[in-house]
């Protein structure tokens, strides 16, 4: 593949970074060359190539010291790739404090070619960094089906509790995690084609009462740990929470069940035959209920006694 | 007078993904994005949907499936319900056979037919966006208000924020990945409400809904 590396060297896009005395190409995607003006932004100056569940992504910004901010907001499960090609790019650049007359600077976000996130506000920047990174893999992940949902192991079986924002798995999940189960996600149950859940073990995203912003909060702090081996849907629990509610929850039948949790998968409409097929596998061994609950804590316990 | 129950109707094959469950069947409409529960009886009938079997011969291998009378009505009933759902290529429904309420059909059968009753559950998929946990707004949206009937599920609308979802009484406000089928309407115009109650607020601060 020696042409290869020639023809990117000698190619005046390319970007060359320097990093104690070595060099690695910044990432570029098939389409877009790692121009220096590309965006219209001189000077990306840090990067790196990823693989993640399969899909590698690059990243990149002009303030090397955001590297590594930039990494730690990267799902859990990833690891360095020494090719520059990559499928996805996203590119952070952060403004220079002064350049406009109100003394104010905008930092963009790039996915690809296209601006996604622009802001004064950096924090909400990385916010949607992170935000785009995950929905980008959750979606073309290639051997994993991303669902919407908590999930634990518990003697031997992961519990997963699938729904939308604000339906509180977080709390339940924290709950299941204080009572002695082993923490999986509080984001997405993801699951292979047998059907196991794989661990996502991202720090817990708690959210203040009355807040839109959440803190992380590592499962340690929960007196928790994280699991490590696939496991096989014991139990998948469908609830929405009424305060001061009591448990109330029926068996769905497996087609219904399918229901619940198509209805939170990620991929369900780029790979239906895959989705269905491994959703299919969850609920021919896996009981599933639906109903209402109450607090996390009581249901925690409701749920670790079926 | 006519007699219907000599008509056929024929099942649709093509776009479809098919899963076959122990006392349902699964089906997922690649063209729509919906994915239909079919319980025992109206996969029953959809899979005698040959375009040669008629209503009365179906009502007879119910019959013989299930070991218990069997109505044409509940044939009629299911055979609407599957035309609703898209999963027949013609819908050959006679006027005073659609739209049957399923009371109605439990009022002129007797409770007993309740296990007979062919039902057709069906969900739309939904959006990469719809189905994460974050979703990122452009613009701030005020006094908007979430439309339980238009197809969002778990309806979310906090004040100065935005709901997610699509339908019913709002259109989308939300950023969408490349090559998401939704359109990205954000960094271009605000949102539109076509409820025309419902504020967009133009400041310049982003909402962040997770």
């Excluded at chain 1, 002009?62 to 590594?68: Q, T």
């Excluded at chain 1, 993801?190 to 996502?200: A, C, E, F, I, N």
């Excluded at chain 1, 929960?222 to 029926?250: A, D, E």
């Excluded at chain 2, 729509?32 to 008629?54: E, P, S, V, Y």
């Amino acid at each position: 593949m020696r042409w290869k590396y020639i023809h990117f060297i000698r190619s005046p896009s390319v970007v060359i970074e320097n990093i104690l005395g070595t060099t690695r190409l910044l990432p570029h995607n098939r389409d877009t060359s790692a121009s220096l003006e590309e965006n219209g932004h001189p000077g990306w100056v840090a990067g790196r190539s990823i693989v993640a569940y399969g899909i590698r992504i690059g990243i990149r910004t002009n303030k090397s010291a955001f590297l590594d901010r930039l990494l730690a907001l990267i799902p859990p499960v990833w690891k360095s790739s020494s090719t520059p090609v990559v499928e996805r790019l996203f590119s952070l650049w952060v403004g220079t404090t002064g350049l406009r007359r109100n003394g104010r600077s905008s930092h963009q976000l790039y996915e690809d070619g296209q601006v996604v996130a622009n802001s004064e506000d950096l924090d909400w920047v990385l916010e949607a960094f992170e935000r785009q990174v995950k929905m980008y893999l959750a979606e073309m992940a290639p051997h994993r089906v991303f669902v919407h949902a908590g999930a634990v192991g518990w003697q031997g079986k992961a519990i997963i509790v699938p729904g939308r924002s604000y339906s509180g798995k977080t709390s339940l999940v924290a709950e299941l995690v204080r009572a002695g189960a082993t923490y999986y996600s509080d984001e997405y149950a993801v699951l292979d084609k047998y059907g196991r859940v794989h661990p996502y073990p991202s720090p817990l995203a708690v959210r203040d009462p009355g807040s839109l912003r959440q803190k992380r909060c590592p499962v340690e702090e929960f007196g928790g740990n994280t699991g490590v081996r696939p496991l096989p849907v014991g139990l998948v629990v469908v609830s929405h929470y009424k305060p001061g509610g009591r448990q109330r929850h029926r068996r769905l039948s497996a087609g219904q069940a399918m229901l619940e949790l198509l209805d939170n998968t990620v991929p369900a409409r780029r790979k239906p035959e895959v989705v269905m097929t491994t959703l299919q596998k969850v609920v021919s061994e896996a009981l599933v209920l639906k109903g209402v609950r109450g607090e996390a804590n009581e249901t925690a316990r409701f749920i670790l006694e079926r | 007078m006519e007699n219907n129950n000599h008509q056929v109707a024929l099942a649709r094959q093509e776009d479809l993904v098919v899963r076959e469950l122990p006392e349902e069947v699964m089906v997922y409409d690649l063209k729509r994005h919906k994915a239909h529960c079919l319980n025992k009886t109206a996969a029953f009938i959809w899979q005698h949907c040959d375009g040669q079997t008629t209503v009365t011969q179906m009502a007879r291998l119910l019959q013989q499936e299930v070991g218990s009378p069997i109505d044409e009505e509940v044939i009629w009933y299911g055979l609407d319900n599957l035309g609703k759902a898209d999963l027949l290529e013609e819908t050959l429904m006679p006027a005073a056979k659609a739209g049957l309420s399923r009371r109605q059909v439990l009022r002129r059968l007797g409770v007993g037919a309740l296990v007979a009753i062919p039902t057709v559950v069906s969900l739309v998929a939904p959006t990469v966006a719809q189905a994460v946990t974050g979703v990122t707004v452009q613009f701030k949206v005020s006094n908007a208000t979430c439309d339980p009937g238009g197809g969002v599920i778990n309806p979310v609308c906090i004040n100065n924020s935005c709901c997610t979802g699509g339908g019913g009484g709002y259109t989308l406000c939300q950023a969408s990945p490349p090559g998401s089928p939704e359109p990205s309407e954000c960094g271009v115009t605000p949102c539109t409400f076509t409820d025309s109650s419902a504020v967009c607020n133009t400041s310049s601060t982003p909402g962040v809904l997770r």
